[in-house]
């Protein structure tokens, strides 16, 4: 009796198996049509990469990585690309993906990416730059000219407003 089983569980676990692996047909969840799930693209991502794209800048890729930046560590989502403006010309005159000038311009970055995420982590949390106002941060950013926070402020306002309208995002 008990070869009698053993054979019979091999056909059944065959049959499983080939049953298992063809496809369903008539299936109710294949026939009818899945509606498309929408993704409401962030309207900063959007503007940033226009901005750069005006300026024939290399950054217009990184748009999404600078407000995702921003926003994981609580930054104004202009801040990073306007200071990336002011330091490398939008990235057209950086080297080794140091698109902000950090460390006078001496740190190198193996990615511009890492470059985007280290200086938005060190703006948020370094010592010196925690629980600081932004105009503070920038003086601080380039303690060499008393202009610089002018001049980094004046381009956040060529990047966009400080909240874009999420109406145009639902469209």
């Known amino acids: 009796m008990f070869p009698f089983f ?5 056909r059944t676990r065959m049959i499983v198996l080939v049953a298992a692996s063809a ?3 008539g299936s109710p969840l ?3 049509p899945q509606p498309q799930e929408r993704r409401i693209e962030d309207p900063r991502i959007g503007r940033l990469a226009q901005y750069f794209r005006n300026r024939n800048s290399p950054l217009e890729k990184y748009a999404r990585e600078f407000v995702v930046a921003a926003e994981a560590n609580g930054l104004d989502w202009r801040l990073l690309p306007s200071i990336a403006t002011i330091e490398s010309g939008a990235g057209v005159y950086a080297r ?5 000038g950090w460390k006078s311009g001496r740190a190198r970055f ?9 200086v938005a982590q060190r703006l948020a ?3 010196h730059y925690n629980g600081r106002g932004l105009r503070e941060k920038l003086r601080i950013y380039n303690p060499a000219r008393p202009a610089y926070a002018d001049c980094v402020l004046s381009v956040l ?3 966009g407003p400080r909240r874009p309208i999420l109406a145009a995002a639902a469209r």
């Open 6 to 10: 053993r054979r019979l569980w091999r």
């Open 30 to 32: 294949r026939d009818t």
């Open 96 to 100: 080794a993906n140091n698109v902000f």
């Open 110 to 118: 193996h990615s511009i990416p890492a470059a985007i995420q280290h």
């Open 23 to 25: 496809p369903i047909v």
């Open 125 to 127: 949390y370094a010592p």
């Open 157 to 159: 306002d060529k990047v």
